[in-house]
């Protein structure tokens, strides 16, 4: 008997708990639940934002080094005409994820090496003499989707210039997905956690006023009896 005594006081004792935290919700004036909402709001913006430029940021500079690393393999190759071994090194890099297009100019402009069967004229650069010293990118558009593509020049633009595109909507694909596997479970695990110290606070506000009121109305009983 003890021991069915005991459970139920323990199940009455964990009924009481969560009806205070409902109850402690409930009694949330209208002024902290927007305070909340919106709190909650402005930091999962932020954060979102924070984020997603960072994780852009990490996929240019990633574009970056994989075009500076074919530019440094291909030099080799043009400088001793080696053909079928620069194909070979396009056609590599055209499998990695993300990757659109690769291809190879000459300092004339000339494509020399190209993952694609045709290159569009519009993917056709001139570089020009400022350009031939410095990485650069530009958004183009190849069969209606956008691209962004890196340029690197090849040992200093005297062999001329190696270029790698990256469908764009794979990028923001690969970044919603970062955000939905960690940073909203993230975001929202930290809201849940302001909810409940704000909940944790006015259960403790209300136990500090009722110790007031009862503390009052023992002074005030004694303060009649002596009377």
């Known amino acids: 008997m003890s021991s069915v005594y005991d459970a139920l006081t323990k199940a009455g004792k964990k009924a009481e708990s969560a009806g205070t935290l409902a109850v402690s919700w409930q009694g949330l004036n209208l002024k902290w639940k927007i305070m909340l909402l919106v709190f909650g709001l402005l930091f999962a913006v932020i954060v979102n934002h924070l984020v997603t430029r960072v994780l852009r940021d990490q996929m240019e500079e990633s574009a970056v ?3 500076t690393n ?17 194909r070979t090194t396009v056609t590599k890099y055209a499998r990695l994820n993300r990757v659109a297009y690769v291809f190879v100019q000459d300092r004339a402009g000339k494509i020399i090496a190209s993952s694609l069967a045709s290159v569009p004229p519009e993917l056709e650069s001139a570089v020009t ?3 031939e010293l410095q990485v650069g990118r530009r958004e183009v558009t190849l069969d209606g989707k956008t691209v962004y593509e890196t340029r690197a020049p090849i040992l200093d633009g005297q062999l001329g210039s190696a270029h790698i ?19 909203w479970p993230i975001t929202l695990g930290l809201l849940a956690v302001a909810i409940a110290v704000v909940m944790l ?10 110790l007031i009121d009862l503390r009052s ?8 009896r002596i009377k």
């Open 201 to 210: 606070g006015q259960l403790l506000i209300q136990a500090a006023r009722r």
């Open 70 to 86: 074919l530019s440094d393999t291909a030099a080799g190759y043009i400088a001793s005409n080696d053909a079928l071994r620069l």
């Open 165 to 183: 595109g990256l469908w764009a909507g794979a990028m923001e694909g690969d970044i919603h997905r970062a955000l939905f596997k960690f940073v």
């Open 65 to 67: 080094l994989m075009t």
């Open 129 to 131: 003499s400022n350009q």
């Open 217 to 224: 109305g023992s002074e005030a009983t004694a303060t009649q």
